[in-house]
């Protein structure tokens, strides 16, 4: 650990290295390995409601048609999401699970479902992937502590699960969990961490021989009500002090980064962040904001 670890120089480093446009670690540009599933759900769905339809045409006997009623509520489940009928249950303020257990809600939504939409029988694959595709997002959750894990690996820190290890291991990384909870973190490692929001838990603990890290990772593309939370959070950390010289990562990436910690104006709002977190760096020099070459450097500058 020879190298500086001045953090206005990963800060520099940070703004001259922007995000890539595509980050392998957030695409996820393969075929969901159940379509096929969601595609026989849906045609299931899309069959039971043609067959209610053409039953209430001819004027069926009400008995006979709760019957295909009940049928619908138990082939809702884990693949109908992707089914138009599914999508028309979030238009009408609903949810599946809700829709599913309440058969008179069903009855409900189902005519407004008739009565608003077309019913045929296709049910295109490209179709069923390309909503899957609208929900991928909600799989970025881990993807970025995944992503630093991955570049603490390359650099030969050791991701661990218990204390025995995190103990007698020089380099190492360790995610927040329940045998590493907050009250166990600050026990063990006599630490605080006092943000403004009680019992905040961050990502994960990264140690190089006696030193050690705490890390924060956000991924933001735009900007918004949202993430200009995210954003106060990361710079919250910034301002975090520990008696025993306990480190803070503020980790960044995605397209809002490159705005950030861009030369452009975007505003009062991004100037005011910028100040922000130049202030915090300069003083706390013990806490970093990086976004992923900053990083990369720093864990590189730790061995």
């Not at 190298?3 to 996820?28: A, C, G, P, R």
């Not at 043609?50 to 048609?65: D, F, H, M, N």
Request: proline share 1%; hydrophobic share 35%; net charge positive.
């Amino acid at each position: 650990m020879s190298k500086t670890l001045n953090n206005l120089h990963y800060f520099e480093i940070s703004k001259n290295n922007q995000e890539k446009l595509l980050d392998d670690f957030y695409v996820f540009d393969e075929k969901n390995p159940d379509l096929d599933k969601y595609i026989k759900n849906t045609k299931e769905i899309k069959n039971i409601l043609i067959t209610i339809r053409t039953l209430q045409s001819k004027k069926e006997k009400p008995a006979v048609i709760d019957k295909y009623f009940l049928e619908l509520s138990k082939i809702i489940g884990k693949y109908s999401n992707c089914s138009e009928f599914a999508c028309f249950i979030s238009a009408c303020d609903n949810f599946i699970d809700k829709a599913k257990s309440e058969i008179d809600l069903l009855k409900k939504i189902t005519e407004k479902y008739f009565a608003k939409r077309v019913l045929n029988e296709m049910v295109p694959e490209e179709w069923v992937q390309a909503i899957l595709d609208t929900n991928s997002s909600r799989k970025k959750g881990k993807c970025g502590e995944n992503k630093l894990i991955s570049i603490l690996k390359k650099q030969e820190f050791k991701e661990v699960f218990d204390w025995d290890d995190f103990s007698k291991t020089d380099y190492c990384v360790v995610k927040f969990s329940k045998k590493f909870s907050l009250k166990n973190v600050r026990k063990n490692l006599g630490i605080k961490i006092k943000t403004k929001k009680q019992n905040k838990i961050l990502d994960l603990i990264i140690k190089a021989k006696d030193k050690i890290l705490l890390c924060e990772a956000k991924h933001l593309n735009t900007g918004g009500g949202a993430q200009d939370g995210s954003i106060s959070e990361l710079i919250e950390i910034l301002g975090l002090r520990e008696k025993n010289g306990v480190s803070y990562i503020s980790f960044l990436d995605g397209k809002y980064s490159n705005i950030l910690l861009g030369e452009n104006g975007h505003g009062d709002k991004i100037t005011a962040q910028r100040k922000e977190i130049k202030k915090y760096l300069t003083n706390n020099p013990n806490n970093y904001w990086v976004n992923t070459v900053g990083f990369t450097r720093l864990i590189a500058d730790l061995k």
